[in-house]
């Protein structure tokens, strides 16, 4: 299959509400943090944070189908903020009257019956949630799971809901709250998940949609991407019953080889993001081909190649950059590359026709003429809309940009840092958690900081007490695991290439390391290396108070050094995945790694989690030598169907697993595409041996991701501390997970 988006691992059965949660009994009280100042040519900051904490530790075991009890750097649970809160917006649309913005996060859509023409005008209807305060994820003719496009053309209404693997369509534009769709694409029915993990069982090319980011209709025609498999499908009229066959393929040469790769070039898209028709041009922004693919005309027949790809590159020498969006009128194109939206005055005659300006900066900014990350664009002719995800809003310039010194005029969402209710120290992408029982450390990867909680939280949104965020030009990074022996303070400084160590937990906001591992030394900049001293983006790093195992994830790898090192760029002494360290190609044996994230030790055993291979690796006892194989691998969670791999079934296997955690004699690991973490309560002596409790599902065979209180959502790395199992849930959630034993 061509195509295959890592970050899209959802599965098939459908979601079942869990039951009620027991609670733990301890008792929580207020904590005081001390004043904390940063340092390093940092602007002085002074802090204090108020939250509940933790007094009496609950004692007993996890049981299946507990729901969490306390959520972090989320609006709360199945909370949405209000209306005028936006969770990562995804793709806008006009008819030229009303405004429809795809609340991506959130799981609505939020529409204004006129444009909005001042700042935070409160939307008219929301669709996918029965009113503006929740934001549960779910199936039905009335529910959304991470909606991205939107289309109208002033009568119908189009969804792209792309988690559930369809498409919503109401014949007519809905005119209250929670109003159920009338057809669905994609899917049987309304209440029927086919999850693209399983192909077997439901691949039917010519109406099966792969997790669709975007739609487009003009009331006639209906188009929509199938992002997995990239491809895109056209109904050549507009669709009157549930899971109508599409007309025509493109992407793909035709319906029956649409899952294999095209003939054409021009026809070999990746993973497309978005669809846009100006009547003249037909253009299909492409995120991993790195560019939008033109036809100069409206696609007639399956497997007809485009004209040329549009390619931008954002500086000179740097590689092509991906285009999320698209907005024409009269010949003029916007095309948003990250952070910036590119324009041309007149439509380019071929793939390498320079812009003629461009709107925002390389780097993200909460300006009315920056952005972080757009998504999605649309036009009526007069203004521009722009979904500012990262930012967390949606801006319209009431003129369309002429220049580069263009700047919005309406803010809808976040209109500045200090309005952010996703940023500072109540914000974390990609948490990975730490817990030792007394304190709670927590790494932000896309943030590129490390929170560190004095207490264990015993409320939902607490703020961190110290935060370690960026130094100088190049700074921190992208944060990965981080661990502690109690003194110490690890952190996998992935972007960076290096491996970071304070000789004691600091105490004040942007305190330097002592000890600094990999190529360079030099927080001004970002290194890559390999050998005994080089890194290449580490994910992952444990201690057992004496050894340091690091995932050196790039190198597909894992180092080990004897003793926690004390001076920089200390030579590692064991390489573990090759046979040498100067070997870093990636495998499938048990002397293999493809892609090491997290890894845990009791002092005893080893255990990695080997992404790529969607497995854990097991060592019984701590290596020793260079290039030990693993004892065991685990892959297979429900040997039913016999040890045949093609023979079970996606909940029966481990998916897009990057999380695993030993406390005492238990085995944790995250299941990240089945939306739930598998425990062995007893450690598994053999690949044979399967798990007993599930968290974040009912039962052992459900595997819908939801972003609900009893749910999970993409899990990603796991830390359990003997009364709490953390779980941080990696991106499109961006939640951190409490789980009590009791």
Not at 78 to 107: F, M, Q, Y
Not at 207 to 220: E, K, L
Not at 260 to 274: A, G, K, V
Not at 462 to 480: C, K, Q
């Amino acid at each position: 299959m061509k195509g295959v988006y890592p970050a899209a691992v959802i599965v098939t059965v459908l979601l079942v509400a869990l039951a009620g949660f027991l609670f733990s009994g301890y008792k929580p009280f207020k904590s005081t943090s001390t004043e904390t100042t940063t340092t390093y040519s940092m602007q002085t900051t002074t802090t204090q944070n108020v939250y509940k904490y933790v007094s009496v530790k609950p004692s007993g075991r996890l049981g299946t189908g507990r729901g969490a009890d306390v959520v972090l750097y989320a609006t709360g649970f199945d909370e949405s903020g209000g209306p005028l809160v936006l969770n990562h917006p995804g793709k806008v649309a006009t008819d030229g009257r009303r405004l429809i913005v795809s609340d991506t996060w959130n799981n609505r859509v939020l529409i204004w019956s006129e444009i909005p023409a001042k700042d935070n005008a409160p939307p008219d209807l929301v669709l996918g949630q029965q009113n503006f305060n929740t934001n549960v994820a779910k199936l039905g003719a009335d529910g959304m799971n991470w909606p991205m496009g939107v289309a109208t053309d002033g009568k119908k209404l189009l969804v792209a809901d792309a988690y559930n693997d369809r498409i919503l369509v109401w014949s007519d534009f809905p005119t209250k709250n929670g109003q159920p769709a009338d057809l669905v694409l994609g899917a049987p029915d309304f209440d029927t998940w086919i999850n693209y993990l399983e192909r077997e069982k439901e691949r039917n090319p010519e109406t099966r949609i792969y997790w669709p980011w975007d739609v487009w209709t003009d009331g006639q025609r209906v188009a929509a991407t199938s992002t997995v498999d990239g491809s895109v499908l056209i109904w050549s009229t507009f669709p009157t019953k549930n899971n109508q066959p599409a007309d025509i393929v493109i992407g793909a040469d035709n319906f029956s080889v649409r899952f294999s790769q095209p003939s054409n070039p021009l026809s070999d898209m990746d993973t497309p993001r978005s669809i846009e028709y100006d009547g003249t041009h037909f253009i299909v922004g492409d995120y991993n081909a790195y560019g939008a693919f033109v036809w100069n005309g409206f696609p007639a027949k399956s497997g007809q190649p485009a004209d040329f790809i549009l390619r931008v590159r954002r500086t000179e020498g740097e590689s092509y950059s991906d285009i999320r969006a698209t907005a024409t009128f009269n010949g003029t194109l916007y095309a948003s590359a990250i952070h910036q939206i590119f324009a041309w005055n007149s439509f380019p005659a071929s793939g390498e026709q320079k812009e003629n300006f461009r709107v925002g900066s390389l780097a993200p900014g909460l300006d009315t003429d920056s952005f972080s990350t757009i998504y999605g664009m649309a036009t009526d002719g007069k203004r521009l809309f722009v979904a500012d995800s990262n930012n967390n809003r949606v801006v319209i310039f009431n003129k369309l940009p002429i220049n580069a010194e263009a700047k919005a005029d309406v803010v809808l969402g976040q209109r500045n840092s200090t309005a952010n209710v996703f940023v500072g120290r109540n914000s974390c992408g990609n948490p990975s958690p730490y817990s030792d029982g007394n304190r709670l450390f927590v790494s932000c990867d896309f943030d590129r900081r490390l929170h560190i909680y004095n207490r264990i939280p015993d409320e939902n949104k607490a703020s961190a007490d110290v935060v370690i965020t960026n130094w100088g030009n190049a700074g921190l990074g992208g944060v990965h695991q981080i661990t502690s022996d109690g003194k110490k303070l690890i952190a996998a400084n992935r972007e960076a290439g290096r491996v970071l160590i304070w000789n004691e937990i600091p105490e004040k906001d942007n305190e330097l390391p002592d000890v600094i591992l990999g190529v360079s030394t030099d927080l001004e900049f970002w290194r890559s290396g390999s050998g005994k001293t080089g890194l290449d983006s580490p994910m992952g790093v444990a201690t057992d108070g004496r050894k340091l195992f690091v995932s050196d994830t790039g190198n597909n790898r894992i180092l080990v050094w004897n003793e926690i090192p004390a001076k920089n760029q200390t030579p590692a002494d064991i390489v573990l995945g090759q046979p040498d360290f100067e070997s870093k190609s990636p495998g499938t044996g048990l002397g293999n790694v493809d892609r090491p994230t997290q890894l845990s030790t009791d002092g005893k055993r080893l255990v990695i989690a080997d992404s790529d291979n969607n497995r854990i690796l097991v060592w019984k006892n701590i290596p020793e030598t260079n290039g030990r194989p693993a004892d065991f691998e685990i892959k297979i969670t429900n040997h039913t169907a016999g040890l045949d791999w093609t023979g079970i079934p996606q909940y029966g296997r481990l998916a897009g697993t990057q999380g695993v955690f030993i406390y005492n004699s238990s085995l944790f690991v995250s299941d990240g595409g089945n939306n739930r973490v598998l425990v062995w309560s007893t450690f598994p002596d053999n690949e044979n041996a399967e798990p007993d409790i599930v968290v974040g599902q009912k039962n052992f065979m459900d595997n819908y991701p939801s972003n609900s209180q009893d749910g999970m959502f993409l899990p990603a790395q796991v830390s359990f501390d003997g009364s709490f199992l953390w779980v941080g849930e990696t991106k499109w959630s961006n939640r951190l997970l409490r789980y009590s034993v009791g």
